[in-house]
């Protein structure tokens, strides 16, 4: 038989999905892949009840049902300030992962280089090679996560044509400044690139942070390609609903790699989903609150234990530190906690460039009672680590 591709030959499975397969295996709790294990709004659910009953069953249109696009527009110039066309700068995608692939099909050519911070939601490796693009990483530098304009100058100087920017940031929890993103913005400008953002924690955000567009920065409306999606905002994560934001002529092309990939999104999924475009501000400082008091919970049991971890600014995700353990290496020492501790965690070297293997990722979008056994769990963890022999992790 002759060979597959060349592209997907060197593809590994998700380490994410993986962890999930081996907590399921030793009944660990599963803090790994992000999702929540609550249900999405009362009002979303009972809507999509009456939309089994009075469709639409049938494609909607390709690039999204017109009244999610213009519910979508108003509650993005709500927020962000920025006006946009339903009809011509929004395309509706299969989740935000679909809309991260069809901006990097419709901005790159093979061989163009994409700058994108490590560590990074571990898609943005594949959408790389998938497009044929080539990746230049710059170090976000634990434990604060700062990147230094210098390295980041000398990315765009090697010819950058994107850089994706994730924010707030799966790892690592860091909303970026406004400081921080007028310097990239400027960079962008100067060296004529895209930014192409990924802003599904957009609504998770913790005080005194401050979640900025970067499309409502100065001069960066036109070269700003926004990927967004539903799924963490209304804990809809199976529906698969998610959308890009552009300037028409960005669209133009994003329309047709969106419909050549998968014609469109869910229509019944697109109509319910509405109510929740709809819902006013008090939906979005309940979610707010609500995410505050998970990451209290759980991020504040952490530090009752005495574990090392960087304070999340945004998102729901915390690296905590192993290295106290003498953990050398990260993936054999999830797969050894999910079995002896009874927790899954992903393992930090998933999401970093650089050589790190001392940081694992917990996520927290769970219920209180979920946190409270993992806690209770995780309150052994200590002993077990240091008191582990013959283990394949040190
Ligand atoms: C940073 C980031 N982007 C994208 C996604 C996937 O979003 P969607 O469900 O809209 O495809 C995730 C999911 O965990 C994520 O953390």
């Known amino acids: 038989m002759r060979e597959l591709s060349d592209r997907t030959a060197n593809f590994t499975d998700s380490v994410i999905r993986r962890m999930t397969r081996i907590a399921n295996r030793y009944g660990a709790v599963n803090l790994s892949q992000g999702f929540p294990d609550f249900d999405p709004p009362r009002e979303i ?23 999610f696009r213009e519910a979508l527009a108003r509650k993005y110039e709500h927020f962000s300030g920025i006006n946009i066309d339903p009809e011509s700068e ?3 995608t299969c989740g935000s992962t679909e809309a991260m692939m069809a901006a990097m099909m419709s901005i790159t050519n093979p061989k163009d280089k994409v700058v994108i911070f490590s560590p990074f939601y571990e898609n943005y490796g594949a959408d790389t090679i998938l497009s044929g693009a080539e990746p230049i990483y710059v170090p976000l530098v634990p434990p604060e996560f700062n990147f230094d304009r210098e390295v980041l100058e000398e990315a765009f100087r090697q010819g ?41 924690y957009e609504h998770i955000v913790y005080e005194p942070n401050r979640h900025i567009y970067m499309a409502s920065l100065p001069g960066m409306r036109e070269r700003t390609i926004v990927c967004n999606s539903l799924s963490k905002t209304y804990s ?35 109509e319910a989903a509405v109510t929740g475009l709809l819902f006013d501000d008090s939906y979005y400082d309940e979610l707010k609150a609500h995410y505050t008091h998970m990451k209290e919970l759980f991020v504040g049991g952490l530090k009752s234990l005495g574990l090392r971890f960087t304070e999340p600014q945004g ?34 070297s998933s999401f970093f460039k650089e050589d790190v293997h001392n940081l694992i990722r917990f996520h927290y979008a769970k219920k209180d009672d979920t946190l409270i056994e993992a806690l209770k769990r995780l309150a052994t963890l200590r002993e077990k680590a240091l008191n582990a022999v013959d283990v394949d992790w040190r």
């Not at 690592?172 to 990239?184: A, P, Q, R, S």
């Not at 890009?244 to 697109?270: C, E, Q, S, W, Y």
Request: net charge neutral; hydrophobic share 45%; proline share 4%.
């Open 45 to 67: 659910t009972d809507r999509l009840s009456e939309v089994a009953k009075s469709g639409p069953h049938q494609y909607a249109l390709t690039w999204g049902a017109k009244n």
């Open 90 to 92: 929004i395309v509706v």
């Open 160 to 200: 950058a044509k994107a850089l994706i920017l994730c924010n707030p940031s799966n790892p690592c929890g860091k909303v970026f400044t406004y400081d921080e993103l007028m310097i990239i913005a400027e960079l962008a400008k100067k060296y004529d690139a895209y930014v192409i953002t990924d802003e599904v």
């Open 236 to 270: 809809i994560t199976g529906w698969r609903l998610g959308y890009v934001i552009a300037n028409k002529k960005i669209t133009d092309r994003v329309k047709k790699v969106h419909d050549f990939l998968t014609v469109g999104a869910a229509a019944p999924l697109m």
């Open 315 to 348: 998102a729901y995700y915390v690296l905590v530190d192993v290295s106290e353990f003498g953990v050398k290496d990260d993936v054999r020492f999830c797969e050894w906690m999910a079995e002896y501790v009874g927790v899954a965690a992903v393992p930090g």
